[in-house]
């Protein structure tokens, strides 16, 4: 038996221990066989992990539940071996999420039981290597005292916290403090970060005051690391685990507490079945196992701001928060680089600090354009744009096709092509003939696509003298380097039209973070250059008025019913077709309707990506999981007739993107 499933039996001193039968999860992904099997095995408890026959193959799978006897004219087949186990509230916690999201019980135990087989016998140390774990804590502010004191007095009840602050006001340590008291407790935590690889100074922190107590768990590691890190904790080696979303399925030992940094960011929410988001799993878990929840953000989402209770801490240590100036660049000659951005990266590559500049847009130009017949060149499998690039290529940043320039329209056969927009590879192009005394970095998709390439990057900016990082919005995302007096949107607002309830939120949030960046340790300027001045949510952010925002936002959504007052269920269809899938969601819509009575929008088309048809409804309701459920069994009834016509459907339970 692994280590892991060693460690685990922790969790079995109480679980009954009665007869030979078992209800078992094969981890197989046909929703046709999303049911229990019942095998015969001994030894065996709920969350035992299982090798079991399963037609001509074998497969692993979760003991769900003991029995004392099997279904009536049923004959288990023995299990062939018990390969290692998990807490049965993972097993309770997978069910929920299979049944909240509309997925299939074994999909969502594939999540909490990882294959662990063939562990390494040696620790990894270069994927979680410890430093002294002496840090000295620091004096705290009274904001944080009140919030540690409200939080460690949770510990006996539970409970659900958001702590709301600006960047820099110490939420980090309000996390490490929460920890600490856990652990004094002996219980263990949790800290959920939303991408490990950029807030590597995280994971740093926590090492420094808990040392190897101190598990950190990404996607940047190897099959046998995550085992090993996953062995340790099981065994209580590891008590605080910091990770991305996944990690909330970690095999904590007693846990106690959980904290959600940066609870606002969408990459919180999986892309794939089960499309769980890890905000509410957390919620759930913590529930279900009488711990505490911290939520942390300097830009909260309403949901957060309405339903939980605040733990404010009200200014930023050390330092004020950055004056921001608008630029309106309609107004200004200079793209992508204004004239007062100039100033301030001139300032910089006269030693006056470094610079972080936001482009939420890859490549060269956003488009090409003939200024002759109008034509824009684009993806013949997606309804979009294709992007110039550095390489003389049109790329779609969809499906990946790619096509080469030329000097001439292949329609009017004119020389007069243009250049639209901007995107990260012109913007390096103009810093380096404009300020070449600077070290650029470039963070986007391309640049970061090698593994460790986040952490090198960053490193090698925080280590650099007069240096701009500049990159799509993960630049934005938790940083926090010293030196850096200036933060720069070249382009904002570019998202405040698209057809989504968020689009206000996700501008606000991302200006409001970036800006965050700055005058951390130096007096800091932040610039945001738009050619939409006026809008509220830019106004806001030049302010930094996040409670003034976010009230207005939940009074918004309030009158028109969006979340937080409401769930949303969204019902994707995709064909090759271009008329089947809003025809088959209009039979769809009548059937829901009549099983839920939730409140439906649409069906209403999308833009074509990949060569296939879109169409989607999104339903407003306050039981998710009644519609979720009713969706399943509607999708599997139609499934024949689904594959017939080749039609993909996608059930997403409280998406963040519409």
Same mark, same amino acid.
């Given at each position: ?477 938790? +940083? #926090? ?6 933060? %720069?949107? =070249?382009?904002?607002?570019? @998202? $405040?039209?698209? &057809?989504? *309830? ?40 030049? +302010? #930094? ?6 009230? %207005?936002? =939940?009074?918004?959504?309030? @009158? $028109?019913?969006? &979340?937080? *007052? ?51 409804? =999104?339903?407003?309701?306050? @039981? ?35």
């Amino acid at each position: 038996m692994s280590a892991l499933a060693s460690g685990a039996r922790a969790w079995h001193r109480y679980a009954p221990r009665v007869g030979q039968y078992a209800s078992v999860y094969p981890l197989v992904t046909t929703r046709e066989l999303a049911r229990p099997f019942t095998y015969l095995g001994d030894g065996l408890e709920k969350g035992s992990v299982v090798r079991v026959p399963f037609g001509r193959t074998r497969r692993r799978g979760i003991v769900a539940e003991l029995l004392d006897a099997p279904p009536e004219g049923v004959t288990p087949v023995s299990v062939d071996d018990v390969v290692g186990a998990i807490p049965p509230s993972l097993v309770d916690l997978a069910l929920w999420m299979a049944d909240y999201y509309g997925s299939t019980p074994a999909r969502a135990l594939a999540l909490v039981a990882p294959d662990e087989r063939k562990p390494r016998k040696k620790r990894v140390a270069e994927a979680n290597a410890p430093t002294p774990g002496d840090e000295r804590p620091p004096a705290l502010t009274k904001g944080q005292e009140a919030a540690v004191a409200r939080i460690e007095g949770a510990f006996d009840s539970g409970g659900a916290f958001l702590l709301a602050g600006p960047t820099g006001s110490g939420k980090t340590e309000v996390y490490l403090r929460a920890c600490a008291a856990a652990l004094e407790r002996g219980k263990g935590a949790i800290v959920l970060v939303p991408e490990i690889a950029l807030t590597p100074q995280t994971a740093n922190r926590f090492r420094a005051r808990f040392g190897e107590r101190v598990a950190v768990l990404h996607s940047g590691l190897t099959d046998a690391q995550r085992r090993d890190v996953r062995a340790r904790i099981a065994a209580g080696d590891a008590t605080v685990v910091v990770g991305a979303r996944s990690a909330i399925f970690s095999p904590v030992v007693e846990l106690g507490l959980v904290c959600v940094d940066e609870e606002h960011d969408s990459s919180y929410k999986h892309d794939s079945d089960p499309r769980y988001d890890a905000r509410s799993v957390a919620m759930k878990r913590v529930a279900a196992e009488g711990a505490v929840a911290v939520f942390g953000s300097a830009t909260p989402r309403p949901e957060a701001w309405e339903r939980l209770e605040r733990l404010p801490l009200d200014a930023r240590i050390g330092a004020p928060m950055p004056a921001v100036r608008i630029v309106d660049l309609r107004r200004e000659q200079g793209y992508p680089l204004s004239a007062p951005l100039l100033e301030g990266l001139e300032r910089c590559a006269q030693g006056e600090g470094k610079a972080i500049l936001l482009l939420n847009r890859r490549g060269y130009a956003s488009a090409l354009h003939c200024r002759a017949c109008g034509r824009i060149w684009r993806c013949l499998a997606c309804d979009v744009a294709l992007v110039l690039h550095n390489d003389r290529a049109l790329h779609c940043h969809h499906c990946g096709y790619s096509e080469r320039t030329s000097d001439t329209c292949p329609d009017c056969k004119s020389t007069e092509i243009a250049r639209l927009g901007a995107g990260t590879e012109r913007l390096e192009a103009e810093l380096a003939a404009r300020v070449p005394e600077l070290e650029l970095f470039r963070f986007d998709a391309e640049t970061t696509s090698e593994r460790d390439s986040h952490a090198d990057i960053l490193a090698r900016f925080g280590a650099a003298d007069r240096a701009v990082l500049f990159g799509t919005q993960m630049v934005a995302k938790g +940083h #926090h380097f010293a030196g850096v007096s200036l933060a %720069a949107v =070249v382009d904002a607002g570019t @998202e $405040l039209a698209a &057809p989504d *309830f968020r689009a206000d939120e996700r501008t606000f949030q991302l200006l409001t973070q970036l800006a965050g960046r700055s005058g951390r340790d130096r007096p800091g300027r932040v610039l945001i250059q738009t050619f939409e001045p006026d809008a509220p949510p830019i106004l806001m952010a030049a +302010h #930094h008025a996040v409670e003034e925002f976010v009230q %207005a936002e =939940v009074a918004r959504r309030r @009158e $028109l019913r969006y &979340p937080p *007052f409401c769930h949303l269920v969204r019902i994707l269809l995709s064909a090759p077709e271009r008329d089947a899938p809003v025809a088959a969601l209009g039979e769809i819509r009548d059937a829901l309707a009549e099983a839920t009575g939730a409140t439906i929008l649409g069906p209403a088309s999308l833009l074509r990506l990949r060569g296939r048809y879109r169409a989607q409804i =999104v339903l407003k309701t306050d @039981e998710p999981r009644t519609v979720a459920r009713a969706a399943r069994q509607l999708l599997a009834a139609t499934a024949p007739a689904f594959r017939r016509e080749d039609l993909k459907a996608v059930v997403d339970v409280d998406p963040q993107s519409l």
